[in-house]
T-cell receptor, first 114, second 112 residues
Framework: DTGVSQDPRHKITKRGQNVTFRCDPISEHNRLYWYRQTLGQGPEFLTYFQNEAQLEKSRLLSDRFSAERPKGSFSTLEIQRTEQGDSAMYLCASSLAGTNEKLFFGSGTQLSVL | DAKTTQPTSMDCAEGRAANLPCNHS???????VYWYRQIHSQGPQYIIHGLKNNETNEMASLIITEDRKSSTLILPHATLRDTAVYYC?????????????FGTGTRLKVLA
């Protein structure tokens, strides 16, 4: 069990640039979640997948954000035309669907938009 | 919005039991109570979850009231490494949305 891995751990970018983050879930997990967290706040739900299908997307997520999980394995989260307000920790979690579902989180990608 | 309310912060002496309360008065019959914790600069970590009955594992115990409107997470012998933010979450598991909605949690500080 190698856990959930996220890449990169840190990303610094200039306002207006596009960024892409990658998440590799635990191999047998069929659900994958993306969250965003700012200082002093709990993780904020962005979107989640079951296998390759994106089943729910937060209404707070602007159309600059897009996520994919092309083969039901790894996932990418892209932010286009970044803004300073996008600065946050982006967390990925995976799970095996069922009544005993437990989320396993990665260490996150810290994004700083200058 | 989170469906739970928790105290903002709590202190606990090392070696003593830490009892973290959570109110979830609008919980539905098929919704589970989950607890996660987040140690500074790490992703949240699963602790325990339950539906109706009290639950215990190697990390903690979960006590759910009979009316299911509140619960308490118990760390039986708190250590300094238990200093973290603890999140109580209510979530359905069999139908509808499966997302976990985190609130702002309880910041537990274990004192030496």
């Amino acid at each position: 069990d190698t856990g959930v891995s996220q890449d990169p751990r840190h990303k610094i970018t200039k306002r207006g640039q596009n960024v892409t983050f990658r998440c590799d879930p635990i191999s047998e997990h069929n659900r994958l979640y993306w969250y965003r967290q700012t200082l002093g706040q709990g993780p904020e739900f962005l979107t989640y997948f079951q296998n390759e299908a994106q089943l729910e997307k937060s209404r707070l997520l602007s159309d600059r954000f897009s996520a994919e999980r092309p083969k039901g394995s790894f996932s990418t989260l892209e932010i286009q035309r970044t803004e300073q307000g996008d600065s946050a920790m982006y967390l990925c979690a995976s799970s095996l669907a069922g009544t005993n579902e437990k989320l396993f989180f990665g260490s996150g990608t810290q994004l700083s938009v200058l | 919005d989170a469906k739970t309310t928790q105290p903002t912060s709590m202190d606990c002496a090392e070696g003593r039991a830490a009892n973290l309360p959570c109110n979830h008065s609008t919980i539905s019959g098929n919704e589970y109570v989950y607890w996660y914790r987040q140690i500074h600069s790490q992703g949240p970590q699963y602790i325990i979850h339950g539906l109706k009955n009290n639950e215990t594992n190697e990390m903690a115990s979960l006590i759910i009231t009979e009316d299911r409107k509140s619960s308490t997470l118990i760390l039986p012998h708190a250590t300094l490494r238990d200093t973290a933010v603890y999140y109580c979450i209510v979530r359905g598991a069999t139908s509808g949305t499966y997302k976990y909605i985190f609130g702002t949690g309880t910041r537990l500080k274990v004192l030496a």
